[in-house]
């Protein structure tokens, strides 16, 4: 990221200038939630102010504002991940993506005999849902398994890929590990097997550059909260042919085109999809942050995050008995790790003492602990915004927490 001057960047994030206990924050939870540059505040202050009004209902003025601001976002958003617009469902965020996913699609078709197959490393938004579909259908949890350093084992999944399975859940980078799954040769083996893919971009889409078109998935979620946007957005990309063959599960306003008690017309999807009044605010808020990340450039921004990937990596060898969990070659930048004889959730407590805030616990991803072992580990997710004096601070905290607990 040569051209971004970072330090005018990191002035975006007012949060980023707090203290906590006394001490200048650092926050390295971003793969929990990313801060929000003063652009998507203002623009949800400014809906607010200026043009408050419902979606798609009323012809007056602000209606019409409102209406346009919340499409544009949709079109932003579109443009980012390089899909249609109109394959775009607007949501809460990726929980409620997969769960679409989980009633509209898998609940109707799935049956006794048919497998789900689900990658070790997958968040409980991605493996949940799936459950509930089986329990409730009779189809199967198949399980794909890692190899030690946090990738997947590839050829391992491609023999699960049996004439059973009928879709794949996989995340394109892992929250816990940071693994780059490589998706589209993934998607490809899938699709040559007839098994439909829904990817879970929740960890790729605010760290690199994407072009969901070209992984070939047939379904893919994002949250807009990690992405620099405000919390309660997201979106399901879906093939056309999948949300014009999918029955909406929620019902209500806004998602239909006339409503009797002989029975209902449904909108075109996406609207279909999108019953009640949404977060329009938000999605507003989105559309900033979408349009944040572009001026920026998502290539700048995965350039940065490697290069502080790389410093906080070296910087960790300096603490004594740590080991970092998720060593797969080109991985976001995500550390998971441990620290011999120190329990991850003190640590994290008395790093918060020092204004450093890191993630403990088990990160939504029991089965992945599971295979690894351990019950908790701590987590320092970083983002273009944190700077390499930062990560400094952060080693130098753990070094004398360690003392502190070792
Ligand atoms: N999947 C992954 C990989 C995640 O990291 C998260 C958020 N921790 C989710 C899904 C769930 O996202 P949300 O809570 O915004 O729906």
Redesign the pocket.
Known sequence: GGRVDWGRVRADFPLLMRQVHGKPLVYLDN???SQKPLPVIAAQDEFYRRYNANVSRAVHALGTEATDAYEAARAKLAGFLNVRADELVLC???????NLVAYSWALPRLKEGDTILVSRM?????IVPWQLVAQRTGARIRVAELLPDGSLDLEGLYRAMTGEVKLLAV?H???VLGTVNPVREICREARRRGIVTVV?G??AAPHMRLDVAAIGCDFY?I????MCGP?GT?ALWARREHLEAMPPFIGGGEMIKEVSFEGTVFNDPPHKFEAGTPNIAGFVGLGAAVDYLQRLGMDNVAAREAGLLAHATEALQAVPGLRILGTAPGKAAVISFLVEGAHAHDMATLLDLEGVAVRSGQ??AHPLLQYFGVAATLRASLAFYNTHEEIDRFVEALLKVRRLLC
């Open positions: 793969a929990n939630t809460s965020g990726t929980t409620f993506a997969i997958e968040h409980h938004a991605n995340a980078v892992s929250n879970d929740s960890q979620a949250t807009g909260h990690k919390t997201g990160h939504c």
